[in-house]
């Protein structure tokens, strides 16, 4: 059974930072692209960043760009997000996800095959 399990979440004041992790048992994805998105309440889920197989391509949506950053250790079946300079608006539960067949950023959900529980964030202004 393939899990995606995230951790790291909690409340943090605007301007802070907060490391998510998201590790993966079941199957290995160290070929596999792997993603964050986001929902805050009363909106859709969104995309974050992606990262590819081997961590040498990344992106991002515009709205995080230049503060939160994605990498992974295929060793440990691990991808993270890394956010600095928190928002407000930035409040969401954040979402990892895993793709069973793209080796390349994918930025749609329908690139995703498996999803973690969700970890909610928090920013207080």
């Known amino acids: 059974q393939v899990q995606l399990v995230e951790s790291g979440g909690g409340l943090e004041q605007t301007g802070g930072s907060l490391k998510l992790s998201c590790a993966a048992s079941?199957?290995?994805?160290?070929?596999?692209?792997m993603g964050w998105f986001r929902q805050a309440p009363g909106k859709e889920r969104e995309f974050v960043a992606t990262?590819?197989?081997?961590?040498?391509?990344?992106n991002y949506a515009s709205a995080v760009k230049g503060r939160f950053t994605i990498s992974r250790d295929n060793a440990k079946n691990t991808v993270y997000l890394q956010m600095n300079s928190l928002k407000p608006e930035d409040t969401a539960v954040y979402y990892c996800?895993?793709?069973?067949?793209?080796?390349?950023?994918?930025?749609?959900?329908?690139?995703?095959?498996?999803w973690g529980q969700g970890t909610q964030v928090t920013v207080t202004s």
């Open positions: 079941g199957r290995s994805f160290s070929r596999n692209t």
């Open positions: 996800a895993a793709s069973a067949w793209a080796t390349s950023v994918q930025m749609n959900t329908g690139s995703y095959n498996y």
């Open positions: 990262i590819n197989w081997n961590g040498g391509n990344t």
